[in-house]
């Protein structure tokens, strides 16, 4: 270390600041050790995968927000596939369409579960504690009313709400079904985000609050695929495209888009099943468009 260092560190008078402040010092440029340098990050290859690209393998997934829109669309994916499905809802007795696939296919469960009840999470991972879940596919999530979302007039108690469904409800259902995943086969935890997540991507300032929840969730869920990769647990985050849902064209009513670029609810799920199905554990915490192309963060 260089004369200059050790007069900056002299300055630290509390231990523990000298100890980091050695850290510090050392990586800046023009302060590296004689002859040391820091070695530039590796070129990455971009991750291109084919949503066309169906796989025959079957397990069991979980679908949260199963009773419409891309959710139901999943769990009716998926059975046609052969997998076992656990479909939650937050109001089983409304889900007439969900209802009746499980009535007609006996590998699908109907489950009442609400990302703001956290005790209705932990209830449902004790009914099912010792039954492995190969997919935890966190599909569940609430836009909010674009109108609360705009500068000027933010509904703040709307922001907390939107927050603690997409961010802290998905969380909590990561940290409550983790050990179903990690003695399951494929060993895989999907969070369902989105391209408005992407802060390289901006273009409007609309929905802010959406677009903030699901950022936070983005951070989340690599930051915990670095821990669970010693698990071999795979982290997927998976955008599912601008589907034709009652969500998306609220969004597009209040901005005043019309939505003749949407793809139909159909169209995603097969897209977002055949990407998690070649989504692979040196993947882990990659942000993926349901086209199989990386999403800027």
Excluded: C
Excluded at 37 to 61: F, N, Q
Aim: without cysteine.
């Amino acid at each position: 270390m260089t004369t200059h260092q050790h007069q900056a560190i002299a300055h630290y008078r509390h231990p523990l600041f000298a100890v980091l402040a050695t850290f510090v010092l050392a990586g800046l440029p023009g302060l590296a050790n004689a002859g040391g340098h820091t070695a530039a990050p590796k070129a990455k290859e971009p991750i291109i995968l084919d949503p066309e690209a169906r796989s025959s393998i079957t397990g069991t997934v979980l679908v949260s927000g199963a009773n419409r829109g891309i959710g139901l669309r999943l769990a009716r994916n998926y059975v046609e596939r052969g997998w076992t499905v656990i479909a939650t809802v937050r109001k089983p007795d409304k889900a007439d369409e969900l209802n009746a696939l499980a009535r007609a296919n006996s590998k699908v469960s109907v489950e009442q579960m609400d990302l703001l009840d956290h005790g209705s999470i932990d209830a449902l991972a004790a009914k099912y504690k010792d039954v492995p879940i190969d997919v935890l596919l966190n599909n569940a999530a609430m836009l909010g009313d674009p109108a609360g979302q705009d500068l000027g007039s933010f509904d703040y108690e709307l922001m907390e709400r939107v927050i603690e469904v997409n961010t802290i409800g998905t969380m909590k259902m990561a940290e409550a079904f983790l050990d179903n995943v990690a003695a399951s086969e494929q060993k895989k935890l999907v969070a369902v985000t989105s391209q408005q997540a992407s802060i390289g991507s901006l273009r409007d300032p609309l929905i802010p609050f959406y677009k903030m929840s699901k950022t936070a969730l983005n951070m989340g869920m690599r930051s915990i695929s670095r821990r669970l990769k010693r698990k071999k647990v795979t982290v997927v985050l998976i955008s599912p495209g601008a589907v034709d849902t009652d969500m998306m064209n609220s969004a597009l009513d209040y901005a005043g888009v019309k939505g003749g670029f949407l793809i139909t609810p159909e169209e995603s799920a097969e897209a977002v099943i055949n990407i998690i199905d070649q989504y692979t554990l040196d993947m882990t915490g990659a942000f993926m468009s349901h086209r199989g192309e990386e999403i800027p963060w």
